[in-house]
């Protein structure tokens, strides 16, 4: 059924591009500094690998900020209450800023046992905690700016997210390459790039947020009643990012057990499997806000019929990200001066990479949609299905004692899941609820 006249194609297009860009600016960035890095060693590559799964962890348990954020502002939008929309956003910022401060408070002194829960040798931990150390103080940043951006997403504007991202991302491989190849800081330098760009990227984010409440007649104070309830609404979706953030992480850990090398390419393809996956959440991020602002209209047939579409072109991009990486394999471990063990273990685990591309593609759209339908209890409990059906999997690996391309094939496992559950959700209609 073709779409209505309201979301074509191009709507589509005009939010899921810019949101591409955003969104595959960080991973590029992310392997330029695992470029940079990569000049310091094999013990420090292992060691962003450790600590940026750590690192990221933390963040993205808090990508409700994001997610839950936009959906919430975009149903406002449809339903045609500016106000309320960017006061939403406004007590997000709030939650975002109190949440961050917390973690520094907490992560500064669980650092060494954090990395060593991943069970890495000596070189790669030390290293590892320094990296994370610094790096936490720039959380509080971070999580404004991916509450900032779910604030700019639910008022339908991808196209300042990108603007941002691509200059705080920027900043941060130039800063990273000075502190690190110039001033000789090791791997402290590439976590103080990254901690002085997101910085920088925050203020963009207050200062557009504080212009859209000035113009709406917004008070940008506290109001603990508002950050309670974002709070609320996004445990839900704190769970759904925790459970699948515990697969990945049950996949470093795996890797770490494997030796140095075989946890340095697992490291790489991991990034190289996030730059993929950002790519094709651009399409979901259009669905978030397509979805809450059709939804907030009232409009079921507008849900349905952009679902589909995104759907479609979520497996045919993925079938592209997969033939590029397929092609690109051969040159990939040259990108990150690997040696020849890692390059090896690289090279070999890229083919299962490429094959769940198209996989991929699928679950990303239905999870952006689902999201800006705000079907949050959904999802939790699906995070929590799918986890367990990859946990024997992962055993498996390390009881028959596999390799790299057993660990990414025990990830196949958790993306199948995935596929089944959110597919059988989104072809029903208890998601499809409408109003403000």
């Keep these: 059924m073709a779409l209505t006249p309201r979301v074509g194609g191009r709507e589509i297009l005009r939010l899921a591009v810019p949101a591409f860009g955003a969104l595959v600016a960080e991973p590029l960035f992310i392997l330029a500094d695992y470029a940079i890095v990569g000049r310091l060693g094999t013990g420090a590559l292992g060691a962003l690998g450790v600590a940026g799964a750590a690192l990221t962890s933390l963040v993205s348990v808090c990508v409700f900020l994001a997610y839950g954020t936009t959906a919430a502002v975009a149903r406002q939008v449809g339903a045609g209450d500016l106000p309320r929309a960017v006061k939403r956003g406004v007590d997000g910022l709030w939650l975002a800023a109190g949440i961050g401060v917390v973690l520094i408070a907490a992560g500064w002194p669980l650092a060494p046992w954090i990395v060593e829960l991943f069970g890495a040798s000596p070189e790669v931990s030390a290293q590892a905690v320094t990296y ?129 090398a075989p946890l340095a390419a697992h490291a790489i393809a991991t990034q190289i499997w ?69 390059a090896a273990a690289l090279v070999s685990v890229l083919w299962v990479v490429a094959a769940l591309q198209p996989v991929a593609g699928v679950v990303f759209v239905l999870d952006g949609v689902l999201i800006g339908a705000g079907d949050r209890r959904f999802l939790a409990w699906a995070s929590a299905l799918t986890t367990a059906a990859y946990l024997p999997a992962a055993y498996a690996v390390v009881h028959t004692g596999g390799g790299l391309v057993a660990l990414w094939l025990a990830l196949g496992v958790w993306m199948a899941a995935r596929l089944l559950t959110l597919g059988a959700r989104a072809y029903g209609r208890a998601w499809l609820v409408t109003g403000a």
């Design 132 to 260: 994370l150390r610094v790096s936490l103080l720039g959380t509080p940043a971070m999580l404004v700016i991916l509450a900032g951006t779910g604030v700019l997403r639910g008022l339908q504007d991808t196209v300042t997210p990108l603007a941002v991202s691509v200059g705080s991302f920027a900043l941060n491989a130039l800063l990273n390459a000075v502190f690190v190849l110039v001033l000789h800081w090791g791997i402290a330098g590439s976590a103080w790039g990254t901690v002085l760009a997101q910085a920088l990227g925050a203020v963009v984010y207050v200062l557009v947020v504080v212009r859209a409440a000035r113009e709406h007649h917004v008070p940008m104070r506290p109001d603990p009643a508002g950050i309670r309830d974002s709070g609320t609404a996004g445990i839900a979706l704190l769970i759904r990012t925790v459970c699948m953030r515990v697969v990945l992480i049950v996949a470093t850990v795996v890797a770490t057990r494997m030796g140095d």
């Design 274 to 342: 996030t730059l993929t996956a950002f790519a094709l959440d651009a399409i979901a991020i259009a669905g978030q806000a397509i979805t809450g602002r059709a939804l907030g209209a009232g409009d079921v047939h507008l849900t349905r019929s952009a679902t589909r579409t995104m759907v479609i072109w979520g497996v045919g991009y993925g079938v592209v990200l997969g033939v590029v990486i397929t092609l690109a394999r051969p040159v990939l471990p040259g990108l990150f001066d690997a040696d020849p063990a890692v």
